[in-house]
């Protein structure tokens, strides 16, 4: 069932996402990330669960160049910081 999620935390190992309904622990999911306009499919589980609030959600794999992309992305973040 595709939902449209709203990302709040992101790092290289999984992210946290806003969900009215939210997903059970457990649940292997498949997803688009869109970062600065490139998307980035993941395939994930779902780790934590907030009702009414959200999921926290753990990379398991990448496809194509999606791992760099988002490490690219990150690492940028990082050095805007500094």
Known sequence: MPLRMETTDL???GCYVQLVTTLAIGAHIDTTLWIG???????GLVVTRHPQFGNGIMFLDFKGDGKE???RYLDAMVEQRS
Do not use: Q, W
């Open 37 to 43: 306009g490139a998307p980035i499919r993941i395939r």
């Open 11 to 13: 790092s290289r190992g």
């Open 69 to 71: 992309l988002l490490d």
